[in-house]
């Protein structure tokens, strides 16, 4: 029970803050300006809606996922200057490394679901496509290399391998939410 508690948290908080993110626009449909609004029902804006809710969910569970480092980082720094709040600092490194392998995989599933909804949105890979298909290839790749370096906790190099590949998939990222 707690395992599927774990499990659905994490997608509660994804989507919650993805519906106030994107999904809740306030829309005024006053005609002071005498534009017309066209109404489409297509099933395609439908998945295109879907696929860009879940795209933004990616970015939040993968910058959940990376707090992680800035947290670990800054901490000696933290515990020296403001000792009186070294409990909540290490607690909350605890609980973020709790769930960092959590977020990764939530990051990745939710990216290939974003990917297979805008490509049956769009019917083609375009530019932006091919590029969102490079970060989710990073991603996999990093993933593997995290995997390996669960099980072996001092793999320095791992580590640095990891990070450096998750720095391009944001960069990556980022041109792919750009364009």
Request: aromatic share 12%; proline share 2%.
């Amino acid at each position: 029970m707690n395992y599927i508690k774990m499990l659905l948290i994490p997608f509660f908080i994804v989507f919650t803050l993805s519906f106030l993110l994107v999904g809740n626009n306030i829309v005024s449909a006053e005609h002071d300006f005498d534009e017309t609004y066209e109404h489409h029902d297509d099933e395609d804006g439908i998945y295109e809606d879907l696929g860009k809710t879940i795209g933004w969910g990616t970015v939040i569970t993968l910058g959940a996922s990376g707090f992680l480092f800035p947290i670990r980082r800054s901490m000696k720094w933290l515990i020296t200057n403001y000792p009186k709040s070294k409990k909540t600092f290490i607690s909350t490194s605890k609980l973020f490394g709790k769930y960092h392998i959590l977020m990764g995989i939530l990051a990745l599933a939710l990216s290939v679901i974003h990917g297979i909804t805008m490509y049956i949105s769009e019917g083609e890979l375009e530019g932006d496509g091919v590029i969102g298909l490079i970060g989710v290839i990073l991603m996999i790749v990093a993933s593997i290399f995290g995997l390996i370096l669960s099980k072996h906790k001092k793999g320095k190099g791992l580590r640095n391998t990891h990070m450096g590949l998750i720095a391009f998939t944001l960069l990556v990222v980022f041109v792919h939410i750009i364009l």
